[in-house]
C-alpha cells in the first residue's frame, strides 16, 4: 500500500563508467563497479539508509533523517578518495540529495523528493555531494556549516528556484566572500578561457558551465601543483558573469590584470579581465604551475 512520507533521497554514481567500459572491457569493468557499489552500500548502511534500486553505475538509497543522508554521502567521498581501489582501480564518485515528501510504495520511491535529488546528482561533478537549500536547513549546525550556496536553479513543477548548495565534505574552515554586485562584469556574450601549458579550456558555453582545476585525474583540466588538492578549485559561468570558487586544503591565489592579489580559502571571487593563479601557492615568477585566465 502507498505511503506518503517524508524522506532523504541520495543518488550517488560513478563518474566516467563508460570509459570504464571502453578501457577495461565489459567484464573487468562490471567488477570494479560492482566492488564500488558494495563498498557505498555498506556505507548507507551503516547510517541508516536503505537500498531502493542501483541503475547502472548509481545507487538510490534513502534515509528517513537528512543529517544521516548528508553523513554518508560525504563519508562515501571521504573514503574513496583516501586512496581506496576498486579490482585494482580508482574511480571518482559523484552524489545528489534531497530531503522531502515522496510516495512509498512497496519499497520503491516517487515523487518530489526523488525528482529533486535525481536534479542534485545531475549538477554534481566528480567528488562533488551537492544538495538543496531546504535541506541544508533541516541540518545540524556542524554539516550546515559545511555547505556553501553556488547557484540557483529550476526544476519541473516547483514555482520558485531551488538554491543549490554544495557540502564542503573535505572543509576544516569554510567562509564565504561576498561579493558587490556594482563589481564589473566579466564578458557578457564572451567565454573564459584558461590556459595551463598548451592546454586551453573554455569555460561558459551550455556544454562546459563548470570546470574543475586540481591535481587528480578527476579534475577537468589538470595541474600537477605539488601544493595543489585532487580537485582543488572550480570555474563557473553564473549569468554571464565568471567566478572561481576554491575547495582546497591550502588555498587559491589569484591575481587580476591591474595587480590585485587575493586569498581564497573555501571563498568565491567574481573575476573580469584577465590575470593569473596559483593552486596551493603564491602567484610570483618561482610557481612553475601558474594558470592564465581571460575574460573577453
Excluded at 586551453?200 to 570546470?211: A, F, L, M, Q
Aim: proline content about 2%; aromatic content about 6%.
Amino acid at each position: 500500500m502507498a505511503e506518503n512520507v517524508n524522506t532523504s533521497i541520495l543518488f550517488a554514481d560513478v563518474c566516467g563508467s563508460t570509459r570504464l567500459y571502453e578501457t577495461l572491457g565489459d567484464q573487468r569493468a562490471q567488477q570494479v563497479i560492482g566492488e564500488c557499489i558494495a563498498f557505498m552500500l555498506e556505507i548507507v548502511e551503516q547510517h541508516g539508509g536503505t537500498l531502493v534500486k542501483t541503475i547502472g553505475d548509481e545507487i538510490m538509497v534513502r534515509f528517513d533523517d537528512a543529517n544521516q543522508a548528508v553523513r554518508a554521502a560525504c563519508e562515501i567521498q571521504e573514503e574513496n578518495e583516501s586512496g581506496r581501489q576498486y579490482a585494482g582501480h580508482r574511480i571518482a564518485l559523484r552524489a545528489g540529495l534531497h530531503h522531502g515528501p515522496a510516495i512509498l510504495d512497496d519499497g520503491d520511491v516517487f515523487g518530489d523528493a526523488v525528482n529533486v535529488a535525481a536534479r542534485m546528482a545531475g549538477i554534481a561533478k566528480a567528488t562533488q555531494v551537492i544538495t538543496t537549500g531546504d535541506t541544508v536547513a533541516l541540518l545540524d549546525t556542524e554539516l550546515a556549516d559545511m555547505a556553501r550556496e553556488f547557484d540557483r536553479t529550476t526544476v519541473k513543477g516547483k514555482s520558485v528556484e531551488l538554491r543549490i548548495c554544495e557540502i564542503l565534505w573535505e572543509a576544516d574552515d569554510v567562509t564565504t566572500m561576498n561579493v558587490p554586485s556594482a563589481v564589473r562584469p566579466a564578458g557578457e556574450q564572451g567565454l573564459l578561457i584558461l590556459r595551463y601549458e598548451g592546454q586551453e579550456v573554455k569555460v561558459g558555453s551550455v556544454e562546459r558551465p563548470v570546470i574543475t582545476l586540481g591535481r587528480g585525474s578527476q579534475a577537468d583540466m589538470v595541474i600537477p601543483a605539488p601544493l595543489a588538492s585532487r580537485v582543488h578549485c572550480r570555474f563557473e559561468s553564473r549569468r554571464g558573469k565568471f567566478v572561481v570558487v576554491d575547495q582546497s586544503t591550502n588555498g587559491t591565489f589569484v591575481r587580476t590584470a591591474d595587480g590585485e592579489n587575493v586569498y581564497l580559502r573555501r571563498e568565491e571571487l567574481l573575476i573580469w579581465g584577465s590575470g593569473c593563479i596559483g593552486l596551493g601557492e603564491d602567484v610570483s615568477e618561482a610557481n612553475q604551475h601558474l594558470v592564465h585566465f581571460t575574460c573577453p
